[in-house]
């Protein structure tokens, strides 16, 4: 034999010894790590300046390492006896200890670094603001096992692993007062990012939920961040871009794009049909969800309303609606928490609708708001299908004193000021009064005794007064309020109509910015998110309805859904003083909120 074909056979037999390589594997030396004993004297040297490295050491171990359970113990027995030590120059200690993530370890871990954290905050209170940081960023740890929500419900996995948290909270805010403010300066800086993804959010938003359970005093505060922060989700996804239907929808016309069926098997097949277009869509319906569910869930015992806590969440969310939701511009779906709230008693929507009332007849409140609140007047009484006639009929009554008010005063001066934007809450108040008049004429209309009251508020001296709202108000707001009011001879608006097309004066010129204010906001436009929609469309008027019976509304309105427009009769057709499309726009489905042009 060669001398290289023995080495060969040499190398050969060497590789096929099965236990060599294992042997050499295992006879390796490796280099652990290991906490100091006396940890005591670790943190009175650094103290000191006497040896720092130790320290230093330390801290790099329990950053770096995967620290055993075991020795994890034996470091939070140490720390109770140093407990009087940590003082501020141990805040980097401290902060290297809260990012362990103690609630995935053994039980006992878990009930020893409670402890330790306890009594952290009652005898080192400067570590609080981290203590607290810490607790809330284990709300948006994504764990492996808790990252899937079935139906909208939190997994019990993750439900279970930041109960610890809550128990840790649930003390501090008992026993520590300032920590109540601690917690919302936390929970508002730690607030999850769009991009950390719709599981983090939800998790998030369910544990503020949760907090609520045991610190009902901080309620306005968390639901007024919630709220804020999906307003602002709420306004970067315009409504054109959310749905997005399969190829055979998309044929049909655009009049039945917003259709809805009554019947639960095809509601499900519109949802598989339907995608959300914008990224953002998904997330803000799902969060919604949470919110309208939380409202729900505090309001009602065995499905009966408490009416006391309703209206304390009535009062807790009328402030956020005040503050946050009414100055908002383009806001399409938040605001629908109010709508839902007020469907629980008939008391809770008089009451709203009051509220907003007195503000646009406050002359002190600004005219930008005034206008926002008489447009979610007109917008929620046309389209909830729980408002009472009696409280429809008093509104309109209400709007036709201020507005008769209004006209006099300026048939009063000399030299009425011709400047739309002097008369914008007026010109506000006509426009809501019309399409509210338009949407409910006839639920109104039923019976001499209510034309009656229909002709009592004088709608010819308002449409032929010397401001002229006919001008300036939407035209598909006035071409619906024109054939209603020739139908039942309240008011003939075509002549006005006639004569403002062809006006060509300067002043119509300098207005059209004030026709854009006045063209595009009815707050309670058709519910387009598909999670949360369940909640909406059963109190939902997305046609003409009757009001005899409020409970049964949704389902008498989708059985009575046709494709002519909601304000024609069959054999009546009005002048045609404008394109078809125009008039064909404001139907059930598709109020001028969402008009393009």
């Known amino acids: 034999m060669s001398i290289v074909s023995s080495r ?49 050491d330390m801290i790099c171990i329990l950053r770096d390492s995967n620290v055993k359970d075991y020795e994890l113990l034996e470091l939070l027995k140490d720390l109770q006896e140093c407990m009087s030590l940590l003082g501020p ?32 905050m009652c005898m080192c209170i400067y570590h609080s603001k981290l203590v607290i940081d810490k607790l809330v960023l284990q709300f948006k740890l994504n764990y492996e096992d808790a990252s899937k929500w079935t139906n909208g419900q939190c997994p019990d996995s993750y439900r279970n692993k930041i109960s610890h948290i809550h128990d840790l909270l649930r003390k501090f805010l008992k026993i520590i007062p300032m920590s109540s403010d601690v917690l919302v300066q936390s929970l508002t800086s730690l607030y999850p990012h769009i991009t950390e993804g719709i599981i983090v959010t939800q998790q998030y938003i ?38 997005r239907y399969e190829d055979e929808e998309m044929e049909q016309d655009d009049e039945t794009i917003f259709k809805l069926d009554d019947n639960t098997e095809n509601n499900s097949k519109k949802s598989s049909n339907v995608e959300m277009k914008h990224p953002n869509a998904q997330l803000l319906d799902v969060c919604m969800e949470q919110l309208l569910a939380y409202v729900y869930e505090c309001c009602h015992v065995e499905l009966n309303v408490q009416i006391d806590i309703l209206k304390s969440i009535y009062n807790d969310l009328l402030y956020i609606f005040e503050r946050i939701i009414l100055p ?46 008489v447009f979610y007047i007109a917008s929620l009484l046309a389209r909830a299908n729980y408002i009472t006639l009696n409280l429809i009929q008093g509104v309109l009554s209400e709007m036709s004193t201020w507005i008769h008010s209004y006209i006099s005063s300026q048939d009063s001066l000399e030299c009425a000021n011709s400047d739309v934007r002097v008369h914008t809450v007026f010109y506000s108040v006509c426009q809501a009064m019309f399409y509210l008049l338009a949407f409910r004429h006839k639920d109104i209309i039923d019976g001499k005794r209510n034309l009656l009251f229909l002709q009592g508020l004088h709608l010819t001296k308002i449409v032929t007064c010397r401001l002229n709202p006919l001008r300036v108000c939407q035209p598909a707001v006035i071409q619906n309020f024109a054939t209603v009011t020739r139908k039942y001879q309240l008011a003939y608006c075509y002549t006005i109509i006639e004569r403002n097309s062809r006006s060509s004066l300067p002043v119509l010129q300098s207005t059209n910015r004030f026709f854009n204010l006045l063209d595009t906001f009815f707050p309670f436009d058709p519910y387009l998110l598909i999670s949360s929609d369940h ?25 009575t859904e046709c494709d002519e427009d909601d304000f024609m009769d069959d054999n009546f057709s009005p002048p045609s003083l404008e394109s078809r499309n125009s008039l064909d726009k404001f139907s059930y489905s598709t109020s001028p909120g969402f008009i393009c042009t």
Not at 100 to 120: G, Q, T, V, Y
Not at 337 to 357: D, G, H, T
């Open 328 to 373: 908002t511009h383009a806001s399409h779906h938040v605001q629908f928490i109010m709508f839902y709230l007020c469907s629980f008693k008939p008391i809770i929507a008089e009451a709203f609708v009051k509220w907003l009332w007195l503000k646009v007849s406050n002359p002190n409140v600004a005219p930008i708001i005034r206008q926002s609140a």
């Open 206 to 243: 369910f544990a503020l939920l949760y907090i609520l359970n045991y610190a009902p005093q901080l309620r306005k505060d968390i639901l007024s961040l919630i709220i804020h922060r999906l307003v602002a989700l709420d306004v970067s996804v315009p409504p054109s871009e959310i749905q």
């Open 535 to 559: 909640r909406i469309m059963p109190i939902y008027n997305n046609s003409q309805a009757t009001m005899g019976n409020t409970t049964d509304s949704y389902t008498s309105v989708k059985k």
């Open 8 to 56: 060969v056979s040499s190398v050969s037999s060497i590789l096929k010894g099965s236990g060599v390589r294992s042997a050499l594997v295992g006879s390796q030396k490796r280099i652990c790590f290991k906490l100091p004993t006396s940890l005591k004297t670790v943190l009175i040297n650094y103290q000191n300046g006497c040896d720092r490295q130790a320290y230093h």
């Open 89 to 120: 120059i141990h805040k980097l200690l401290i902060e290297v200890l809260l990012n362990i993530n103690w609630i995935s370890r053994s039980p006992e871990i878990i009930i020893n670094f409670k402890k330790f954290i306890e009594d952290l």
